[in-house]
């Protein structure tokens, strides 16, 4: 009998997605932590680009004009580009980057991988995981009736050869006689 249950099987089961659930539910109360507390620093990934600096390639950000339409000139060629105000996503020269903020001044903008939220991506491997595990457990299973053994029945095959054998961790067992002599 193993020590969570039918089978020692089924209580590694039961701690991997126990495992799952812990993590899913860590990746959830950090979401809804920055939904209601909106104070928060701005993500590392993204990056921050004043009045004449790069945004993509040779294109920079020159600000905004008066109707607020975003632009931004191509230091090599001189063309001029202009981005409606709630537009989120810039492309240029077959680039293109999400902003996120855009001021007068200066633009806050992140390749289209790190605009992705942390917590997405979080949650985006505990849902592979989840869907892959049943998978695992149907291989073990089909496994274990085709005739491969486990790593534990293995293990427990040597473990009756050697006590068999009269070998065991603690050295060889002592002969006991019907006499007690032998003690």
């Known amino acids: 009998m193993g020590r969570w249950g039918r089978g020692a099987g089924i209580g590694r089961i039961r701690v991997l997605l126990l495992a799952v659930m812990v993590f899913v539910a860590a990746v959830v109360g950090y979401e809804l932590y920055r939904i209601i507390i909106p104070f928060q620093t701005q993500n590392p990934l993204w990056s921050e ?3 004449g600096e790069p945004v993509i390639d040779h294109w920079d950000y020159e600000g905004k004009n008066e109707e607020g339409y975003l632009q931004f000139r191509n230091s090599s060629s001189g063309t001029t580009a202009e981005l409606p105000p709630g537009e989120k996503m810039l492309a240029l020269d077959g680039k ?11 633009i806050v903008y992140a390749t289209p991988l790190a605009a992705v939220p942390i917590g997405w991506w979080l949650l ?7 869907l892959l595990l049943p998978i695992a457990l149907r291989v073990r299973v089909q496994r274990a009736k085709a005739g491969f053994k486990t790593r534990r029945q293995k293990h427990q095959g ?8 009269g070998f065991h961790a603690s050295g060889p ?11």
Do not use: S
């Open 96 to 106: 293109f980057v999400m902003i996120e903020r855009a001021g007068n001044d200066a």
């Open 158 to 165: 040597e473990i009756a050869l050697l006590m068999q054998t």
């Open 49 to 51: 680009a004043t009045i």
């Open 124 to 130: 985006g491997v505990a849902a592979v995981a989840v």
């Open 173 to 183: 067992r002592k002969f006991r006689a019907k006499t007690k002599r032998w003690k």
